[in-house]
């Protein structure tokens, strides 16, 4: 009863494990990097959507239902992307960060949203520029909602508000023009200001000075409170960009 969104699972062992009625939505294991071994894991009303799975199920375990070719293959095409798709999305596994980079542009040339979740997790790379172009395409690939986890996506998105580059900030901010999230996604990022780690208050920071230069119906959003303990954050940053946000805040 677990359910597994957006995962890259690429030589994770379910062996023998109890998959009772498990989902696993928009979830990747590359045809070229070890399988995703089900060896004698009990299937019984699992389900596998959206999801491209390189798979090994070949172990009979009692009287464990086996996950055999006819669930994955024959009945079930949601276990499988089209070759393509699975190609450009395997290159966002690569080392080197500009491959990754033209992953996410393929992806979003071949304009297949099944792939959102795994896109999305280029979202926390290390390399501002792969995380700015994973944000873009996603934007691109979101005509309309997204088929799977569209309110999670959109949060993931967004919290890209609060990066600690410029450039990936402003791709947020630009998407929000675009399409307009509803106050609850926006408030996913901006109240990382409550979090216990300076590194959480200080994205939460700048995603609220983000919006609130976008736009100042935004500032309806912030906590007067909040904003006010955190001029005296232990972190010098965070007391840094709330004085800011606070001067934006006198402009409005």
């Known amino acids: 009863m677990v359910e597994f969104f957006g995962c890259r699972l690429n030589g994770s ?10 989902q696993f939505i928009g979830c990747f294991s590359s045809d070229d990097y070890p399988p995703t071994d089900f060896s004698g894991a009990i299937s019984k009303d699992l389900s ?3 999801s491209h799975l390189n798979y090994l199920a ?13 669930f994955w293959m024959g009945n ?7 070759d393509v798709v699975a190609a450009a999305a395997t290159e966002t596994l690569d080392d080197r960060n500009d491959v990754r980079y033209n992953a996410a542009a393929k992806l979003g040339d071949l304009d297949n949203p099944v792939v959102a979740p795994i896109l ?16 873009e395409t996603l934007g691109n690939l979101r ?7 569209d309110n999670i996506l959109l949060q993931w998105m967004f919290l890209r508000l609060g990066d600690r580059h410029s450039i990936v900030r402003q791709t947020a901010r630009n998407l929000v023009e675009i399409l307009s999230p509803p106050n ?17 208050r200080i994205s939460g920071v700048l995603a609220a000075i983000e919006l609130c230069r976008l736009d100042e119906q935004y500032s309806s959003l912030l906590e007067p409170k909040i904003i006010e303990s955190l001029l005296s954050d232990e972190a010098p940053d965070v007391r840094q960009e709330c004085s800011y946000l606070l001067e934006i805040l006198d402009d409005c």
């Open 13 to 22: 062992l379910f062996k023998a494990a109890n998959l009772q009625k498990t």
């Open 48 to 50: 596998v959507v959206d």
């Open 58 to 70: 070949d172990e009979f375990i009692g009287d464990f239902d086996y996950l055999g070719d006819d």
């Open 76 to 82: 079930n095409p949601n276990s499988k992307w089209p």
């Open 120 to 135: 999305a997790c280029l979202l926390a790379d290390d390399e501002w520029d792969v995380r700015s172009i994973a944000l």
């Open 143 to 149: 005509h309309q909602e997204f088929p799977q986890g």
């Open 184 to 200: 609850d996604v926006l408030l996913a990022s901006i109240n990382r200001m409550r979090s216990s780690e300076s590194e959480e």
